[in-house]
């Protein structure tokens, strides 16, 4: 199994590109996750660097000339790790370790690390586990260079199977392993949703780092992990609670992020059966950060791929207290008013407007808003437990008759 380890601060250099699908702010923003991506496993970002390219180098991802600039930055100062955006291909990572001669990564490869770093339970350690033997697996070769110079000849015939092939069965055969025990895991949680009898379930979902564990909290008064970091959360968590006299379950979840590699999305899917089995999502976004809006879009195209769309949904604009519009001077008539400029009510009158009452303003960590949050969530599960328990209505009051 994964074992934890303490990760001293490493010199990180972060390499991005720029193409005609990725322009320069495009690409900024995804440094800066990246960076945030590289706080959480535990480097320090001491320089970035960026090209532009029409497409990436197929040997080396970026140009040779700007090659030569990182290697003469790593060797003068002592860089233990190169953190590329984009997912490197086995021949790519080769040739550029070769080049630098430092540990290479790229961005599947990080979250892999970050994710084996938060796992707790056996199941999620599991996942991971399964996720980094796949990522492993093509990559092989390259890895294990003391194998190139295998050689034939008198004493080297015979049947049998040469070094590498002995390590992808290896691989291969713990992978199928690892898929076996998930499946008998998945049956122990089917098992254990299905005890939870008829009781209403509502997911918190979001992108990673939006306040979803603080606003689980608050609202079942646990002692859930939440940290200022990406994927504090890996483990799926359930709390009964309670608003006026009215049980349901809520369950937190692993947050999503933007270019998640398709065999974590592959192994994790077992994990958002919460998700794929709620009756109501609470959809928390983190309105103070900038690209708010691009990260909804990545959230609803995970919740399509897992069959979660059309489940009702309640949208939660969170961290109103951090929330800062960017000065504007309206005297000055060059500079057109952008969304940046907006402040919360006029966001409110935008494309929110159209969500109606399922759309929520608050502040989980100075709870703000949280009275008018209750009797949003609590009109929502009681029409559904209503339909279910139709000879109870009279035991649950409406909105206004809560405490």
Avoid at 254 to 259: A, D, L, M, P
Avoid at 335 to 351: G, L
Wanted: hydrophobic share 35%; charged share 30%.
């Amino acid at each position: 199994m994964l074992e934890k380890k303490d990760i001293n601060l490493e010199k990180v250099v972060l390499i991005g590109i720029v193409t005609k699908d990725q322009d320069e702010q495009t690409s900024k923003e995804y440094l800066d996750e990246l960076e945030f991506l590289t706080f959480t496993a535990g480097g320090e970002v001491v320089k970035r660097f960026t090209q532009k390219l029409d497409m990436p180098n197929p040997k080396t991802f970026i140009g040779s000339g700007k090659m030569n600039d990182v290697q003469n930055f790593v060797k003068e100062n002592e860089i233990g790790t190169v953190i590329f955006d984009d997912e490197l291909s086995p021949a790519q990572e080769r040739n550029i370790s070769k080049i630098l001669n430092c540990k290479i990564l790229d961005r599947t490869n990080l979250i892999l690390d970050i994710f084996a770093q938060r796992a707790q339970t056996s199941y999620a350690r599991t996942q991971v586990e399964l996720a980094q033997c796949q990522y492993l697996l093509p990559r092989l070769k390259g890895m294990w260079t003391h194998l190139e110079r295998q050689k034939g000849g008198i004493g080297m015939r015979g049947p049998g199977e040469t070094e590498i092939e002995t390590d992808r069965r290896i691989v291969r055969d713990k992978i199928s392993l690892l898929k076996k025990k998930i499946k008998t895991i998945d049956k122990q949680m089917a098992v254990q949703r299905g005890n939870r009898g008829k009781l209403v379930r509502v997911a918190l979902v979001g992108y990673t780092n939006v306040g979803k564990s603080t606003l689980m909290n608050v609202i079942s008064k646990s002692e859930v992990f939440a940290e200022n970091k990406l994927f504090a959360t890996l483990d799926t968590t359930v709390r009964k609670v309670v608003i006026g006299n009215l049980p349901f379950l809520v369950s937190d979840t692993v947050g999503f992020i933007r270019k998640l590699p398709t065999q974590l999305v592959e192994s994790f899917k077992s994990t958002l059966d919460e998700v794929r089995e709620a009756d109501l999502l609470l959809h928390v976004v983190d309105i103070s950060h900038s690209n708010f809006e691009e990260h909804i879009e990545s959230v609803n195209q995970i919740l399509d791929e897992i069959e979660s769309k059309d489940t009702p949904t309640i949208m939660v604009f969170n961290k109103i207290d951090a929330y800062e519009a960017e000065p504007y001077d309206e005297e000055d008539l060059i500079i057109e008013r952008t969304p940046a400029n907006y402040s919360i009510n006029e966001w409110e009158q935008t494309w929110m407007s159209k969500i109606g009452d399922n759309a929520l303003f608050i502040s989980a960590l100075n709870k703000e808003n949280l009275d008018e949050f209750r009797k949003r969530v609590y009109k929502e599960v009681r029409e559904i437990h209503v339909t279910r328990f139709p000879y109870n209505q009279f035991l649950y009051p409406d909105v206004e008759g809560i405490q």
